[in-house]
C-alpha cells in the first residue's frame, strides 16, 4: 500500500490508527459523468436490510472518457478517502472495495484500474470493477445479474444478462458515438435547434427563449462561445428540463426530441433483450427491466420512463419495470 498521486487525502490515517482497533468495512462507489458516489459499510456475512450505511461521500466526474485518467482517479481516490474519513476508518480495516464506474467498457480498462486500486489499499483487500450498469441492475433484483438495466442520465447504456451468465450491450459508447436519448443527447438537440431556428435552417421554436434564459444569455450567437468555452457532458445535459418544460407547454421540437429519445432509449434495451434472448423465442417470457437515471424521472407530465415503457411494452408485453429507490440520482 502506498500514498498514490494524492498522497495527502490520507493524511487523516494518522490520527484514526492511533485509536486502536477499528471495525472492518466495506467501500462501493457507483461513478457516473455527472458525480460520483461512495458509500462505507460495516463488514458482515450477511448484511440487514435497510443496509447500515456508516458514512457517504460525493465528488465529481469518474468516467476517464469525459475527464481523462489522471481526473478521473484523482475523483476516485478522494471521494474513497473522504467517506473513509467521515467514518472514522483507514484503508487497513477496509475488507472489499467495489467500483461500478461507467467507462468500463473492456477488460483492459477493468485491469488498469484493479492495477491502480492495488497500489492504493493492503493486499488483503478484495478488489472489484465493474461498468456501472451492473451495478444498477443488481440494484433493481436483489444483486441477482439477469434481466436488463436501462441507464439514462448525462449518458446512457443498456446493459443485460442471461441467468447462464452471457453478456450483452447497446449505446454507452459516448456522445460522439452515439449516446442518443441520453440527458447530454437531448440537450445538444435542443441546441442544434436553436441554432438551426436562429440560421433559417430550421423551425421557429420556444426553445430559443427557454434555452436563452437558462443560460442568462441574449442571443443565439452567444451559444457557440458558451458551449465550447466548457463543452463537458454534465454541463450540456443540465438543459434537459428546459426541453421537457418546452415539450410540456406544446413545443412541437422539442416534444419530437424527446419522442426521438424515447425511440432511441427502447431500442437500445430492445437490442439486447433480442440479442440474448430474455424474451423467449415467442417473445412473451417475462423479464426484469431495471430503470435509473434523472431522465427517467416519473414527476413530470412529459415522462420520458413511462413512453419508453409503453414502447418496449408494445415489442415484449410481460416486461417488469423495476425503478430502484433513488434511481433517479443515477446520472451516468
Avoid at 456508516?54 to 475523483?75: I, K, Q
Avoid at 437490442?271 to 412473451?284: I, P, S
Wanted: hydrophobic share 40%; with cysteine.
Amino acid at each position: 500500500m502506498k500514498r498514490y498521486r494524492n498522497g495527502e487525502v490520507w493524511d487523516f490515517e494518522h490520527e484514526m490508527q492511533l485509536r486502536g482497533v477499528q471495525r472492518e468495512v466495506i467501500l462501493g462507489l457507483d461513478g457516473g459523468t455527472t458525480n460520483t458516489i461512495c458509500v462505507c459499510m460495516p463488514f458482515a456475512d450477511r448484511l440487514p436490510d435497510p443496509l447500515p450505511v456508516l458514512a457517504r461521500a460525493v465528488a465529481g466526474c469518474s468516467n476517464h472518457n469525459s475527464v481523462g485518467e489522471s481526473a478521473a482517479r484523482e475523483t476516485l481516490e478522494e471521494v474513497m478517502a473522504d467517506v473513509l474519513s467521515k467514518a472514522g476508518s483507514t484503508r487497513s480495516a477496509v475488507r472489499a472495495v467495489c467500483l461500478a464506474v461507467s467507462g468500463v467498457n473492456h477488460p483492459t480498462d477493468q485491469q488498469r484500474i484493479l492495477n491502480w486500486l492495488r497500489d492504493i489499499f493492503p493486499s488483503h483487500v478484495e478488489l472489484f470493477v465493474q461498468n456501472d450498469a451492473v451495478a444498477a441492475l443488481a440494484s433493481g433484483t436483489m444483486g441477482k445479474l439477469h434481466g436488463c438495466v436501462l441507464i439514462a442520465g448525462t449518458g446512457t447504456i443498456a446493459y443485460g444478462f442471461t441467468e447462464d451468465g452471457r453478456e450483452a450491450r447497446a449505446s454507452g459508447a459516448g456522445p460522439i458515438l452515439g449516446d442518443w436519448g441520453s440527458g447530454y443527447g437531448i440537450a445538444a438537440r435542443a441546441l442544434t435547434a436553436v441554432i438551426r431556428a436562429h440560421d433559417g435552417r430550421g423551425p421557429d421554436t420556444t426553445l430559443t427563449y427557454s434555452v436563452l434564459q437558462a443560460l442568462d444569455l441574449s442571443s443565439p450567437d452567444e451559444l457557440i462561445g458558451w458551449t465550447y468555452a466548457d463543452p463537458s457532458w454534465a454541463r450540456i445535459a443540465a438543459l434537459v428540463p428546459v426541453v421537457v418544460s418546452c415539450a410540456e407547454a406544446g413545443d412541437q421540437v422539442a416534444n419530437e426530441i424527446l419522442l426521438d429519445a424515447v425511440q432511441e432509449l427502447a431500442s437500445s434495451v430492445k437490442a439486447v433483450v433480442k440479442r440474448l434472448g430474455l424474451c423467449g423465442q415467442e417473445g412473451r417470457d417475462p423479464f426484469p427491466l431495471v430503470m435509473v437515471g434523472g431522465v427517467l424521472e416519473a414527476n413530470r407530465r412529459w415522462d420520458i420512463g413511462r413512453e419508453v415503457i409503453r414502447c418496449i411494452s408494445m415489442d415484449f408485453p410481460d416486461v417488469l419495470p423495476i425503478r430502484p429507490k433513488d434511481s433517479d440520482n443515477k446520472t451516468r
